[in-house]
């Protein structure tokens, strides 16, 4: 059946770690937590004791596995890279946290990390917000560094689309940041049991199931660094299809649009 959506109240306390976390309202209405509904999870924004704001990732239950444990471990070696704070995180497990999971069952392998103010790429192309020249430039290079620093380690993102770049450099931070890095390849991990098929706009037309390894991030990272390239112009932002310039069907095709 269908799954149901887990809800949390504003100003609901969760102790985790020895820590109080309250879940923040929606800045648009006071009463609704500010959570954003993805594909594999619902992202709440809470705030520590101090007033810090954070992430509090929470999965479907087709994705709350054992294996994210791992991956988090991993990861957090990599934090410091450009764009990838949120590999600085920490996962509600039965292990550590069989007291808070008695009473919310639904955080089993929710992942607590740093929130990443600013819109989505995918909202800027939605929106059709015209850049500045200096902003593409701006905006392709900081992506660029971020993917050229992946691929000197021997990382890829995995599922890289326009909901998964953040845009700090629209709210007073800078550059980009990259979300949900569930999927992140690391060299020497074990393959996961569930990998994304390649978002909508961006995933390689020609492959028979899902992509994993060190260069997977090159064909929908070179779609997108094209898009922030040219979405001065306004021409290509007139002919641009909605979350990604390309429709998912004319992807690899030669039509008026890649023209």
Not at 51 to 69: C, E, I, M
Not at 89 to 100: C, G, I, N
């Amino acid at each position: 059946g269908r799954y149901r959506v887990f809800q949390l109240d504003v100003g609901q306390e969760l102790r985790i770690d020895g820590r109080v976390l309250k879940i923040d309202p929606h800045p648009a209405a006071p009463k609704i937590p500010y959570g954003q509904e993805g594909k594999q999870a619902i992202v709440f924004k809470i705030s520590d004791q101090v007033g810090d704001s954070l992430a509090l990732k929470v999965f479907k239950p087709r994705y709350r596995r054992p294996f994210l444990v791992t991956i988090t471990e991993r990861m957090a070696v990599y934090a410091d890279l450009p764009g990838m704070k949120v590999c600085e995180r920490e996962v509600v497990s039965p292990q550590k946290h069989l007291a808070v999971l008695k009473e919310h069952p639904d955080l089993s392998y929710a992942a607590i990390m740093p929130w990443i103010e600013g819109p989505t790429w995918s909202e800027v192309l939605l929106t059709r917000h015209i850049l500045t020249p200096l902003e593409s430039l701006l905006l392709a290079r900081s992506l660029l560094q971020v993917l050229i620093s992946l691929e000197e380690k021997g990382l890829s993102h995995g599922d890289l689309s326009g909901v998964n770049i953040m845009l700090p450099h629209f709210v007073g931070g800078e550059g980009v940041s990259l979300v949900d890095v569930e999927q992140l390849y690391i060299p020497g991990m074990e393959k996961p049991d569930i990998l994304p098929e390649g978002s909508p706009g961006y995933g390689f037309p020609r492959m028979t199931g899902p992509l994993w390894g060190p260069f997977t991030d090159r064909f929908p990272g070179s779609i997108i660094l094209a898009e922030m390239l040219c979405f001065c112009e306004k021409d290509i932002i007139k002919a641009s299809w909605g979350e990604s310039y390309f429709p998912p069907d004319e992807i690899c095709k030669d039509t008026p649009l890649y023209d």
